[in-house]
Structures are given as structure tokens and as C-alpha cells.
């Protein structure tokens, strides 16, 4: 059970400082805190949690813990059962509404705010390396939109993705919006960022992942695709796509739609994609 709950009343109260003005700044990058917005994703921590005590060093998946929470007064009754979920070593602060939207910066009308953490990510081998001999995964290039990279982390832990894997130019997916629109699933789905896409993709193929990277002008479509052992599905940005290198290094694939159109929406794509792909695979 999250300690005995702690009443501030004054926003200045440095005791939760990292809330202030979250609008205008966030923790994300900052000894990898981030902040959690709802009681989805606050549900979603407090599993993430729990399972981070007992968690296997030798498997991808991170480590995320929560160090404290900041909840509107009226909302406390409704989520014992969730509090209940944390150790009592985490603080659980209360605020009346105007105070909690003073310190937010902005009315807060979900009144639930998490400040969490997650431990160091592995190296590319270690990370790839612990992944099961069957597994899917997302490779992403220059995602920079925090709303595409929340729908990419949603579909991947509905569809049975194994882990996400994210270049240097992708924004940070514990960007608070980003976490939200993925509803808990940045947690839920093992991920690492950083290195440029060519040097992530040259670490899965070393790794005997089949690499598949998603494109209007394919060369198969993608139900035609055959998907077995390891894959791995690149997708990029909108716009300017994947790189004509990575498009005629590896296997491409379309997803068939109407002329009027010159693409979709990359998180939709890739949702369809990855259907598809997980399907093939058994993951669904």
C-alpha cells in the first residue's frame, strides 16, 4: 500500500516541483523520469511496478518504477485499489482542484499525475539478444510526432509486437502525450532508442531478424509477404519516408489503398502492417 497521503497547499511546495508547469516543460531525458497522466497509465505503472522488483536482468524489457504520485483530493476514494498496488515507500501527495491546476499549469480535469522512472536501457546485441527465436518487432526512423509514436507503442502491445526499436531522430516515447496516447503501452512493450537507423537495422540482421521495411511504392503488398522466425518492420516518417538506402538494402512492402491517396497516416500503416505480420506469425 502508497504511504498515508500528504495534503499540499502551496504550489511552490518543493515537494512537487517536478509537476510544475508540465505543459510547458517535461521531465522526459532528464535521468529518464518522466511523468504519468491518468488512471490508465497510472494502472498501468503500478503493474510495470510490481513486476520491476522481481524483474529478470537478463530480459529485454525495462525497468520502470514510480516515485511518486499527485492526485486531485476527490478523486482518492475512487482509486484505493490502485493505491493499494504501490509500496508504502512511494508518497502519494493531495491537492484541491485549483491548487492541482496551479501547479500543472493547466486544468487538469483526469486530477491523476505520476512521477516515474525508468532504469538504463541495454546495448543493441543485449536487447535483441534476449528476444524469443520467433519475434516481431517494430524498427522506427524519424518518428518525431508524439501522437504517431504513442499509436505505434499502442498497436505493438495490442498486436503482440516483442519489443520496439527506435533510431536517434524518433522523439522520446515517455514524452507525457506520447505515454498517454499509448495507454500504458510504452511500458507494456520492451524498447530501446538511440543509434541511427542504419547501425539499429544492421543489428537486427545480425541478430537473424528478416527485415521488412513498409513504403506506398513496395515492391509486394503486404498480405503477400511470408513471415516466419524473426521479423522486424521498419517504418518511417511521413513525408519523406524511409531512405532510398534502406529501401533498396531491404525487402519492401505496400499496403494496397485508393490512387486519391498517396499514404496513410504512418500509425495507421503501421497498425495494419503489423496486423498482418502478427497474424502470419501466430501472435493473434
Not at 119 to 140: I, R, Y
Not at 204 to 218: D, T, V
Amino acid at each position: 500500500m502508497a504511504g498515508p497521503l500528504i495534503r499540499i497547499e502551496d504550489a511552490a511546495d518543493p515537494r512537487i516541483a517536478e509537476f510544475r508547469d508540465i505543459r510547458e516543460r517535461d521531465l522526459t531525458g532528464r535521468q529518464g523520469r518522466f511523468i504519468a497522466e491518468g488512471t490508465v497509465v497510472l494502472r498501468v505503472l503500478s503493474q510495470v511496478h510490481a513486476a520491476s522488483t522481481n524483474a529478470n536482468p537478463q530480459t529485454p524489457s525495462a525497468r520502470f518504477v514510480a516515485e511518486k504520485l499527485l492526485l486531485l483530493e476527490n478523486r482518492v476514494d475512487g482509486l484505493e485499489d490502485l493505491l493499494a498496488a504501490f509500496p508504502e515507500e512511494v508518497p502519494v501527495y493531495v491537492a484541491r482542484s485549483a491548487l492541482l491546476d496551479a501547479i500543472a499549469g493547466f486544468p487538469l480535469h483526469r486530477g491523476v499525475l505520476a512521477l516515474g522512472r525508468r532504469e538504463a536501457q541495454p546495448e543493441n546485441h543485449t536487447f535483441l539478444g534476449c528476444l524469443p527465436e520467433t519475434a516481431l518487432v517494430v524498427a522506427a526512423c524519424g518518428i518525431s510526432n508524439h501522437d504517431n509514436i504513442g499509436g505505434i507503442f499502442r498497436n505493438a502491445a495490442a498486436l503482440g509486437a516483442d519489443a520496439v526499436l527506435l533510431d536517434e531522430t524518433c522523439c522520446d516515447p515517455l514524452y507525457r502525450k506520447a505515454l498517454r496516447v499509448s495507454v500504458g503501452g510504452v511500458m507494456k512493450v520492451p524498447y530501446r532508442r538511440g543509434n541511427a537507423i542504419e547501425a539499429n537495422l544492421a543489428a537486427l540482421a545480425e541478430a537473424g531478424f528478416s527485415i521488412l521495411a513498409l513504403s506506398p511504392a513496395g515492391r509486394s503488398e503486404i498480405g503477400d509477404v511470408a513471415a516466419s522466425g524473426r521479423v522486424a518492420l521498419v517504418l518511417g516518417t511521413e513525408g519523406e519516408g524511409l531512405s532510398p538506402s534502406v529501401l533498396q538494402r531491404f525487402d519492401t512492402a505496400r499496403i494496397a489503398q485508393s490512387p486519391s491517396m498517396d499514404s496513410l497516416n504512418v500509425g495507421v500503416a503501421g497498425g495494419i502492417a503489423l496486423y498482418t505480420l502478427a497474424r502470419k506469425l501466430g501472435r493473434i
